[in-house]
């Protein structure tokens, strides 16, 4: 079983449309959760980090139920630029260690008009 | 401000040539990744540097994967005798805090595809 599992997509979505991915992660001991957004042949970006108390930046929501490994995106409003794949993260943060990021493949999203 | 940099940006290798990819990382970050990522997939850990001490290789597919940063600043990662599953993106980060516990800033990636 993979650590962080996500659904791949494609999900195609109309402008304006409300969209929400899905992520789950094995290691139950997990400390800190993040979403990354990945353009085409681009590097990662961090879209924004995941808080046990849910955090919103504009039209992205995020969440993180720890009891079910469990973690969600939600876009409001998709714009076309929202056109991108997006990377659930996770940091195991073992005591003395890196911070090994832990990647899912990523779910894919493409808005249309 | 400059970014992460990454060269070369796109590497064509003979099966069983050496190689060299490298990373400069953001002035003053202490700590650097590298991450390898395959078609279709997420980044995947390679190894991990807080300044000139590598810390963890564990990520490491082979011992012909080698990373070094003598200084605490460029980092390379080489490969040597390349084989085909080797073709990926090589992914640097860096990060101002210890451990990379803080936000991780990647670059552009080197592409390699070994033919």
């Known amino acids: 079983r993979k650590e962080v599992e996500q659904d791949p997509g494609p999900f195609n979505v109309p402008e304006g449309a409300t969209v929400a991915f899905n992520c789950t992660y094995s290691?139950?001991?997990?400390?800190?959760f993040f979403w990354y957004r990945q353009d085409c042949r681009k590097e990662p970006k961090l879209l924004m980090s995941?808080?046990?108390s849910g955090n919103e930046d504009g039209r992205f929501t995020a969440q993180l139920n720890r009891a079910s490994q469990y973690i969600s995106l939600l876009i409001r409003d998709s714009k076309l630029s929202d056109s991108a794949t997006y990377l659930c993260?996770?940091?195991?943060?073992?005591?003395?260690?890196?911070?090994?990021?832990?990647f899912g493949t990523g779910t894919r999203l493409q808005v249309t008009l | 401000g400059a970014g992460v940099s990454q060269s070369p940006r796109y590497k064509v290798a003979k099966r069983g040539q050496d190689v060299a990819l490298r990373c400069d990382p953001i002035?003053?970050?202490?700590?650097l990744f590298w991450y390898q990522q395959a078609l279709g997939q997420g980044p995947e850990f390679l190894t991990y540097?807080?300044?000139?001490?590598?810390?963890?290789k564990s990520g490491l597919p082979s011992d012909r994967f080698f990373a070094e940063r003598p200084e605490g600043s460029v980092s390379t990662l080489k490969i040597q005798r390349t084989q085909q599953e080797d073709s990926a993106v090589y992914l640097c980060?860096?990060?101002?805090?210890?451990?990379?516990?803080?936000?991780?800033?990647f670059g552009p990636g080197t592409r390699l595809t070994v033919t």
């Open positions: 995941v808080y046990s």
């Open positions: 540097f807080q300044n000139e001490a590598q810390l963890d």
């Open positions: 980060a860096s990060s101002f805090s210890r451990q990379g516990a803080g936000e991780q800033y």
């Open positions: 290691n139950s001991a997990s400390q800190s």
């Open positions: 993260v996770v940091n195991p943060w073992e005591t003395g260690t890196a911070s090994k990021l832990t």
């Open positions: 002035s003053g970050h202490v700590s």
